[in-house]
């Protein structure tokens, strides 16, 4: 999701596959990609069943929050190793992507319903405060660095995947009005990628050039996500991944996989603009090609790591202590044979264990005033509520 190159960048425990909370439970909390478990039906019957949560997503969620623990326990091993910097490119073509086309699906009944408002600032808003105050106080010590400045318009690592989720919900309304939507947004990245003067608040060149992955999953159907786990597909993905990997293998020493983090401009990666063009399209079609044939193998049933699905937010800000604390202490200096094939493989098994850790249930528990606070005390109350209580009670 993002690199160390740079510093930089809700759900509650996952509900039991087949039942959902009661009518009278509290209205279930969007989680990181906007999947949240559908209501009950105010008018089903005792003996009706209630709608089951897709196991699809929970999968794709928590294979994405795996790869992307991977990718950066990887970064430190590409410049030493050709085969490791290949696997980095080829994962970053598609794993940010296949997490903001699910987010963009899961947006597309956002509106500026209060309930949903709160959801956006309790789930998204309040956990950015939270880690980047968290991340800015962990640099000081970790890195050794007393003056480094806390800023809340300079997201720090991981954290601008929060800003941007929470610029692009509120965006909803607009891309669900307009005519073209997918070119307008690829429109849109395309002069974010030439404009080198739009600065580094609220990492708006992140934002504005992924973009076009939200939108194209706020346009999406359950029928899109069905073509893409036919069994063709499924097989037909086995040489195209060959292939992608082999072209990363080749493009290794000759590109910077800078390209693939989306924080630059052409000018600033040292193209020309010509290139902004070229590379917003390029990418954007190689990456959908790639998180089709990811969610091709996606697996449909409930699968041991299902549950783990909901807890992906939870993995993703906190394996970022471990992360960058793992450059700030100087690991993979330290113990060369990291950098060994035996050693790159330990390390990948470790960044997949901790992540999958990380999204479990008790962790969820321990964290969840930070990822989940009710703040009930913020809100006011809300009038059409309380006025569909009163008649329910007066009924």
């Not at 408002?117 to 105050?133: D, M, N, Q, S």
């Not at 800023?151 to 919900?169: C, E, G, K, N």
């Not at 399209?281 to 044939?293: K, Q, R």
Request: net charge positive; proline share 9%.
């Amino acid at each position: 999701m993002t690199n160390s190159l740079r510093p930089h960048g809700y759900q509650r425990a996952p509900l039991p596959p087949a039942q959902e909370a009661a009518p009278t439970s509290p209205a279930p909390r969007d989680n990181e990609a906007g999947h949240r478990a559908a209501p009950p039906a105010p008018s089903a019957s005792a003996g009706q069943q209630p709608k089951q949560r897709d196991a699809f997503f929970d999968n794709a969620k928590y294979l994405a929050i795996v790869f992307v623990a991977m990718a950066h326990s990887w970064e430190p091993l590409t410049d030493h190793s050709r085969i490791a910097e290949a696997l980095y490119m080829t994962v970053y073509t598609f794993h940010m992507p296949a997490f903001i086309v699910i987010s963009g699906y899961f947006s597309r009944s956002f509106d500026m319903r209060p309930d949903r408002l709160k959801r956006l600032i309790t789930g998204i808003a309040v956990p950015y405060l939270i880690f980047e105050v968290a991340y800015t106080f962990f640099k000081r010590w970790a890195d050794d660095d007393p003056t480094y400045d806390f800023s809340l318009l300079d997201p720090w690592y991981l954290t601008w995947f929060l800003v941007a989720l929470f610029v692009w919900r509120l965006s909803t309304p607009i891309w669900k009005l307009v005519r073209w939507p997918i070119p307008l947004s690829l429109a849109i990245a395309t002069l974010a990628s030439v404009s080198p003067d739009i600065g580094d608040d609220l990492d708006l060149q992140r934002v504005l050039q992924f973009l076009p992955f939200f939108v194209l999953g706020l346009c999406m159907k359950p029928e899109h996500f069905q073509m893409v786990r036919r069994n063709s597909v499924r097989w037909l993905s086995l040489p195209i991944g060959l292939c992608a990997l082999l072209f990363a293998y080749w493009a290794a020493p000759r590109m910077s996989s800078a390209w693939f983090y989306h924080r630059d401009s052409v000018q600033e990666l040292g193209a020309p603009p010509w290139t902004g063009p070229v590379m917003t399209l390029a990418l954007f079609g190689c990456s959908i090609v790639l998180v089709s044939c990811f969610f091709a193998w996606v697996p449909r049933r409930h699968m041991w790591f299902t549950a783990l699905g909901a807890g992906t937010l939870y993995g993703y800000l906190l394996h970022g202590f471990l992360a960058k604390g793992s450059r700030f202490w100087g690991w993979f200096d330290e113990y060369e044979w990291l950098h060994k094939p035996l050693g790159e493989i330990t390390v990948t098994i470790i960044a997949a264990s901790v992540v999958t850790v990380l999204c479990t249930p008790p962790v969820q528990r321990a964290f969840r005033f930070a990822m989940e606070p009710k703040m009930a005390w913020a809100f006011k109350k809300d009038p059409a509520e309380l006025a569909r209580k009163r008649t329910t009670t007066a009924a």
